[in-house]
């Protein structure tokens, strides 16, 4: 259990600090809060005259993880006083946040702190990199301010930037509430403190301001419905060593509610090799990529699969380790609604909704970092069932196709009860009927030919007697043994002989004739699907079809069905199916109950055929039939952080060959 302590001063404002303490008591974390006064020669000398020395250490010991939510003054005077009383260590690891901290500031706190400093501060890209955002016809601001070049404007501080687009924003929605003609009267409105009666435009109002999206001197404003302004930035800066310059400070991230983390937090040296270097590994779940491998007791999870396998080739022909965990949504990521992107390398679901339901976006880097402190870090890589995509490539890389990925169709074996009349199905009518006259003539005409024989009583005891001795008779029996027919009422006349055999001969003919049909009925009448392609199921109505919500299956055929430029209209009319109502009543959330769906109802499930094929060829009750769109427009890869420096490596490096079903 890892423990941190934030330490805050009494009147700083610390927004959404109990959402992070409530996902730190889920995740594990032992947190503590101290807060600081202003006099920080009275903290630690407090600290001294209480405590005792064993508490002393455990609390030095705390120290090493911290995260400082001081005034920049504060927290100098709070860095030197741990400095000097032997409370801080070399190998601590503090991050200070501050939305104001100017870079003179940042420079005394990484020279006087004597481990490792992080820092969060707020940035406007959009307001420096545009010297006009707040020259409008509708606003008087002095040109001092539109100036970036003017040391004045970079000066000020940044709940001076907040205030005037706070008024900028009040009066931008009360224009908007007159042009819509949708006021409400202010007269009954009173600001003495003991009336209780509120304003009737009162939610009306807040609705507009946060509906409204405006651009002023912190760049573009656009709130969410928890009233988070979805574009604010902030940027990470930590210390850096060098042999010229000694302790310095270097960017490391930026972050945003949209991307995340745009950067690597990690300080390695990658040679032209990857030997020795130690990838956190995530990874989905699904079969036959990845599957749960039974673990020893106290041992480390541990995964088997055809990826596992590519990750197993690579780590023992490039030399580098792997340590590898399970995404805990179990998602492999898709675009949001508000344009931001659910990665399986950008971190643990827990810290979107973390995102979602804190108030303050300085509150929500900070538990990025206080997870990636623990040792919850972002993933070095990505590897399962991932299909690369124009839309997954802009938000990570890519290495090259490690296997082609095609759409395929997993349907439940029709399996119809058969009548008693289809053991007549192997021959035509015509024939059964050609077999029904044969009977009868055939025996009218053996008995014409017994009748005519003349058969004399005086020579009937010699004929018995002489039957198993003669070439004929000897005959006779090695062809009725041929027909499998019985010898046992010996037939003397040949022509009823020649009668009889043909007879035979025509019955085995025929009889092996029906077996043989009747095998290859029976075979293609269970196996018979009349869906086989995209096309046919498009242009059937029996049965129903979708596939998983959000994946990169369902972005296709969206992509797709609503492109007006694609000619094949059986994309259009797959999406409409796929889509019905929203996607509430075809398609499911996992590939697990895609499956069970398909066998329990009519319902076809489109996935990768890979993984179709691998749920077919296992399936316990050989109930369940893949078939495969013949369009390998894509393929599987592994994915890793932007800019990563293995992706080359990885890229060119042949995989041995793996089987995909052993």
């Known amino acids: 259990m890892i423990i941190f302590i934030i330490i805050i001063i009494i009147k700083c404002y610390v927004g959404g600090l109990k959402a992070f303490l409530d996902q730190a008591s889920r995740s594990g974390l032992d947190v503590s809060l101290q807060q600081v006064e202003r006099n920080v020669s009275k903290v630690f000398l407090t600290l001294f005259s209480t405590m005792k020395t064993e508490e002393l250490n455990r609390y030095r010991d705390s120290l090493r993880r911290a995260i400082l939510l001081l005034s920049p003054r504060v927290a100098h005077a709070f860095i030197n006083q741990a400095v000097e009383t032997n409370l801080a260590s070399k190998d601590s690891h503090w991050i200070y946040a501050n939305e104001e901290v100017s870079d003179a500031d940042i420079m005394d706190l990484v020279h006087t702190s004597l481990g490792r400093l992080t820092v969060i501060r707020q940035i406007f890209p959009e307001w420096r990199n545009n010297n006009a955002q707040c020259r409008r016809k509708n606003q008087r601001v002095k040109s001092l301010l539109c100036e970036p070049q003017e040391e004045y404007l970079h000066s000020l501080e940044v709940s001076s930037l907040y205030l005037y687009d706070s008024v900028l924003m009040l009066a931008n929605a009360f224009y908007r509430k007159l042009e819509d003609r949708k006021w409400h009267s202010m007269a009954s409105l009173s600001c003495m403190r003991k009336s209780t009666k509120p304003w009737n435009g009162g939610w009306s109002m807040l609705d507009t301001i946060q509906k409204g999206r405006i651009s002023g001197l912190t760049g573009l404003m656009d709130f969410r419905s928890n009233g988070a302004n979805s574009h604010a930035q902030f940027e990470v800066l930590g210390t850096a060593y060098s042999e010229t310059f000694g302790k310095d400070v270097k960017r490391l991230a930026v972050w945003d509610s949209f991307r995340g983390m745009n950067g690597s937090l990690k300080e390695s040296k990658v040679d032209s090799g990857m030997q020795g270097v130690l990838l956190r590994v995530a990874t989905v779940l699904e079969e036959p990529f ?251 109505s029996g049965v129903n079809y979708g596939t998983v919500r959000d994946s990169a299956v369902f972005e296709y055929f969206k992509m797709k069905g609503t492109n007006p430029l694609e000619q094949d209209s059986t994309f259009s009319e797959l999406w409409r199916t796929i889509n019905k109502h929203q996607g509430q009543e075809n398609c499911v959330h996992s590939l697990a109950e895609g499956i069970r769906k398909v066998k329990q109802e009519a319902y076809a499930f489109l996935w990768d055929m890979a993984v179709l094929e691998y749920a077919a060829l296992t399936d316990d009750e050989c109930s369940l039939t893949a078939t495969s769109d013949p369009q390998h427009t894509k393929g599987y890869g592994i994915a890793l952080q932007h800019g990563s420096p293995h992706r080359d490596i990885l890229s060119h490096t042949s995989v041995p060959p793996v089987s995909l079903y052993s």
């Open 290 to 540: 990845v599957m749960a491998a039974e673990s020893t007791l106290g041992q480390p999870k541990r995964y088997k699969g055809f990826s596992i396998d590519v990750l197993d080739a690579l780590a023992k022909t490039l030399g580098f380790k792997y340590e590898i965990y399970q995404v805990a949504d179990g998602k492999y990521g898709s675009a949001q609604p508000n344009g931001s992107w659910d990665v399986i390398t950008q971190g643990q679901s827990s810290l979107g909704i973390l995102q979602r339901d804190t108030d303050s976006l300085l509150i929500v880097c900070i538990v990025c970092l206080c997870v990636m402190l623990c040792g919850i870090q972002r993933a070095d890589m990505a590897i399962a069932a991932i299909t690369i995509t124009p839309e997954r490539e802009g938000v990570v890389d890519f290495t090259k196709r490690y296997l082609d990925y095609s759409v395929g169709i997993l349907m439940s074996k029709s399996v119809e009860k058969l009548s008693i009349f289809s053991l007549l199905a192997p021959f035509d009518l015509s024939v059964w009927v050609c077999l029904c006259a044969a009977v009868p003539v055939v025996g009218v005409m053996i008995f014409i030919l017994r009748r005519v024989q003349t058969v004399c009583s005086r020579q009937s005891a010699a004929m018995v007697n002489t039957a198993n001795t003669s070439l004929l008779n000897t005959v006779w029996i090695v062809y009725g043994a041929f027909t499998q027919q019985g010898v046992d009422s010996m037939v003397a006349s040949v022509s009823v002989r020649i009668a009889l055999g043909s007879w035979w001969l025509f019955t085995l003919i025929v009889c092996s004739s029906y077996t043989a049909n009747l095998t290859v009925y029976l075979t293609t009448h269970r196996l018979d699907n009349t869906v086989r392609s995209l096309q046919d199921l498009a242009q059937q």
